[in-house]
């Protein structure tokens, strides 16, 4: 075998290696969470620690959805985290294609306007969010969870990013067959930016379900809408034992799935996002 090719695989093989440790490495605390969920109470915390489970106790994702009410605060998160992605994609590519094909008074001065509001924590927003909400009667109501993130300064920046690589031509082309800038948006436009947009939905649907402060405040004199993220930790502060803790355990691994499941459909917008601007 020449030499430049027994290189070649070693640099290969290498690489491979490097790849398989770090995923090990990354996975493998996952892996023990899930082991220690499924570890019968009086077994968590041995030394040695077990790396698997000898007795799986599948029934306790079940008490965490019946006996923790965790199945009610699951579907408060999904209703929560789908209404905001889908009003956050949707405005997102509004407001991103006319910053970027449409000309207006105001156009740069409103745009740096939202650039702004992606620099500005949500702490600093969080009282005039809530005394707005309180003043439109939506408080401690799933309207009042949503109202404030109906858009994203970061998502329409992305947005606006993406119809800016779209040629130019392609728009003259398409005015030419007549076709508006409402027919340009949905027939060329928004077939071009899919990747985008399968991107920014994982982004702001994980951002939403991973909120916890707003829901905190709306949810403070009802448990009723209580996401999962509250969920998790009042059942947390409510741990006072290790049968306690092993729910505890297992109601995280159900907090986290979403994120692996959004990852399984979204993976090849995201490869063709991540490789879009690699080749022309």
Known sequence: MPAKALKHRFAKLASYTVLTVAAILV?????????????????????????????PTWGIYADVFTQAHFGHYIVNSLIQSSLITIASVVTSLLAGYAFAMLEFPLKRTLFFLTLVTVAIPFEVTVTANYLTVVHLGYNATMIGMVLP????????????????????????????????DVGFFFRVGIPLVRPMIGGLTLVSFLSAWNQYL???IQSSNTDSLRTAQIGLQTLFGSTTSITALNEYVAASIILIAPFFILLIFFQRQLIANLTSGAVK
């Open 214 to 216: 707003w829901p905190l």
């Open 149 to 180: 993130f109906l858009a994203s300064g970061f998502g329409i920046f992305l947005m606006r990013q993406a119809f800016l690589q779209v040629p130019y031509e392609i728009r003259e082309a398409s005015l030419i067959d007549g076709y508006g």
């Open 27 to 55: 996975l493998f605390p996952l892996y023990m969470t899930v082991v220690t969920s499924l570890l019968d109470p009086t077994l968590i915390g041995h030394v040695p620690p077990y790396f698997y489970p000898p007795h």
